[in-house]
C-alpha cells in the first residue's frame, strides 16, 4: 500500500511539474518573423499561409501567438488566407516607447505602415480585446484599405459617457445592476481569482513602463456614433456572454451599420479566442467577404529591420 501511495504521489507531481513546464513554454515561447520600422519603432511581424491577407491585432499585455496563435486561430485561419499577425508596440518583440506621444493614434497607423511595408493596398482585419479598439478606429479612419473587419472581445463605449470601460475579466455588470448586487454572483470569486493570475502572467510579458504610456492614449481610440453609422464595410462582432465587456458590444451592434453580431453563449474574455464556434465563424466571415485583398507578392522579400 504504502508503496503504490508512493508511486502515485510521485505520478501527481510528475504531472504538475509537466503541466507547470508546458504553462511556462506557452507563456514565454515567441515564434519569431520580420521586423519593421514604422516611425521610429521596430514592429515585429509574422506572415503565414497563403491567399487574400487577414491581418490580426492582439489585446493588451498579450502578444500576436499568445492571442492568435495557441488558441489555433492563426493555423485555421491560415488554410485559407495568409494571415499576418503582429505585436503591437509596447508589447512582445516590437520596440516599447515609454513616452505616451508614441501610442495613440500612432498604434492604429501601424497597421497602415504595415500594409504599406508588405505592398498591401487592402486587407481583412480582425481585433480582440484592445486590439478590437483598435481595428474599429482603423475601420472608420481608412475604410478604403479594409476589405472586411471582424471586432473580437471588444465593443463601442459612447464618447459622452464618463463612466469607466468595465473589466473584461469580471462576468458583464447590467447597468441597472449595481456594484453590491452584481456581488452576488457565483461566479465572480472564480473570475476575481482568475483575473489576479492573469495579472500576474501579464506582469510578466510586458514593460509596464510603456503599458502605463499607452494607456494615457485611450481616447485617442474614440469612435464617435455618427462614424458607425456610416459604416460601409462589413463587419462582425464576437462577444462572449460572460465577457465584462458584453453591453459595449451590444451597443456596438445597436449603433453600428453593416454589423453582424453573434453571441458565444459561455465563453469569457479569456476563452473566447479558443472556442470552436469562434474559429469556424471567424474563417467563414473572411470566406463570404473574400474577393477584395491581393497577397503579399511572392517575390517580395521585405529587408528585415533587427530589434
Known amino acids: 500500500m504504502k508503496k503504490k501511495l508512493l508511486i502515485g504521489c510521485g505520478t501527481l507531481l510528475c ?25 521610429g519603432v521596430t514592429i515585429h511581424y509574422t506572415v503565414e499561409g497563403k491567399g487574400e491577407p487577414v491581418i490580426l491585432i492582439h489585446g493588451v499585455a498579450a502578444n500576436a501567438d499568445l492571442n492568435w496563435r495557441i488558441p489555433g486561430v492563426t493555423r485555421r485561419l ?36 504595415l500594409m504599406d511595408h508588405l505592398q498591401l493596398k487592402k486587407a481583412h482585419i480582425a481585433g480582440y480585446s484592445l486590439g478590437g479598439f483598435i481595428a474599429l478606429k482603423f475601420l472608420v479612419t481608412h475604410p478604403d484599405r479594409v476589405c472586411s473587419a471582424a471586432i473580437c472581445g471588444s465593443g463601442w463605449k459612447d464618447p459622452a459617457d464618463p463612466s469607466e470601460i468595465p473589466n473584461p475579466y469580471k462576468p458583464p455588470v447590467p447597468r441597472e445592476v449595481r456594484p453590491a448586487q452584481a456581488s452576488l454572483n457565483p461566479m465572480v470569486w472564480f473570475d476575481t481569482v482568475f483575473h489576479k493570475v492573469r495579472n ?104 528585415p529591420v533587427q530589434p
Not at 504531472?15 to 516611425?39: K, M, P
Not at 512582445?92 to 500612432?106: F, V
Open 15 to 39: 504531472v504538475i511539474l509537466l503541466g507547470t513546464g508546458a504553462f511556462f513554454f506557452l507563456l514565454f515561447h515567441r515564434v519569431e518573423g520580420q521586423y519593421f520600422d514604422s516611425n
Open 78 to 113: 491560415a488554410r485559407d488566407f495568409q494571415v499576418i499577425s503582429f505585436d503591437l508596440r509596447g508589447h512582445g518583440l516590437s520596440g516599447q516607447p515609454t513616452d505616451p506621444n508614441a501610442y495613440g493614434i500612432q498604434i492604429v497607423e501601424d497597421i497602415t505602415r
Open 200 to 303: 500576474w502572467a501579464g506582469d510578466q510579458l510586458v514593460n509596464k513602463a510603456a503599458i502605463k504610456a499607452l494607456k494615457k492614449t485611450y481616447r485617442e481610440l474614440i469612435v464617435t456614433q455618427a462614424e458607425l453609422e456610416k459604416n460601409t464595410v462589413p463587419t462582425i462582432c464576437f462577444m462572449g456572454t460572460r465577457d465584462g465587456l458584453f453591453y459595449m458590444a451590444e451597443d456596438l451592434a445597436k449603433h453600428m451599420a453593416n454589423l453582424k453580431y453573434v453571441n458565444l453563449e459561455g465563453a469569457n474574455h479569456f476563452t473566447t479566442p479558443f472556442y470552436g464556434a469562434f474559429k469556424r465563424g471567424l474563417l467563414q466571415f473572411f470566406v463570404d467577404h473574400r474577393g477584395c485583398g491581393a497577397a503579399i507578392a511572392t517575390d517580395l522579400k521585405p529587408e
